[in-house]
């Protein structure tokens, strides 16, 4: 340990002293932005980046800035909805599903990770999650853009159901990278 860089904890106690301040700060509902003092406009011009990289395809990189995003604002929905867009395209539904389910945590208004969770349930052939998905977003956001794509989803399995091929329904089940409201 350098005894030069006063941000270090000096000893055992001063290490314990800084968790308990941190944990107590975390249980208050601190985010790290807080506690380190980052600015939402820092905040702000990470999340371009990360979307930036997300729309050029460049996956691997939105991830990572869109975890580190999560990471110090953990109460953004926008964050998480992010995340789990990028997750989505790497194929990844099962994370997919839960970076939604965080972001629909977040902001009950917003119709978006529920569809995509049905995209996600569609991807992986749980049909009847799907559709449970798809007909919660088409009520809640009907006559909307959303509330119509989710109605077309429906009309597809169904149509799909009564085929019997069992394709088709699942080829178009990702998130849009045309800035199509992800993330």
């Known amino acids: 340990m350098n005894e030069h860089d006063s941000t270090l904890p000096s000893d055992d ?11 107590e700060g975390l249980q208050a509902g601190a985010t790290l932005k807080d506690l380190k003092g980052v600015s939402s406009e820092m905040l702000e011009s990470v999340y371009a980046l990360a979307h930036r990289f997300y729309q050029n395809g460049q996956l691997d990189d939105a991830e ?11 109460y953004n929905a926008e964050y998480a909805l992010g ?12 994370k997919a599903i839960s ?13 978006r990770p529920m569809f995509h969770v ?10 009847r ?7 919660g977003v ?6 909307s853009e959303l509330g119509d794509r989710a109605e077309a989803y429906l009309q597809a399995l169904a149509a799909d159901q009564r085929s019997d091929t069992g394709a088709g329904v699942a080829d178009d089940c990702g ?7 992800l993330p």
């Open 129 to 135: 999650q799907a559709r449970e998905c798809f007909e």
């Open 99 to 111: 970076m939604y389910a965080v972001a629909q945590t977040l902001d009950l208004q917003d119709d």
């Open 118 to 127: 049905g995209q996600c349930h569609l991807a992986l052939g749980k049909l």
């Open 13 to 23: 106690g001063d290490e314990a002293q800084a968790t308990r301040l941190i944990l």
């Open 64 to 74: 990572t800035f869109f975890r580190f995003l999560c990471l110090y604002d953990f």
């Open 138 to 143: 088409a009520a809640r956001a009907a006559g």
């Open 175 to 181: 998130p849009r990278q045309d800035g199509g409201g």
């Open 83 to 94: 995340l789990g867009a990028v997750l989505h395209i790497k194929r990844d539904y099962d």
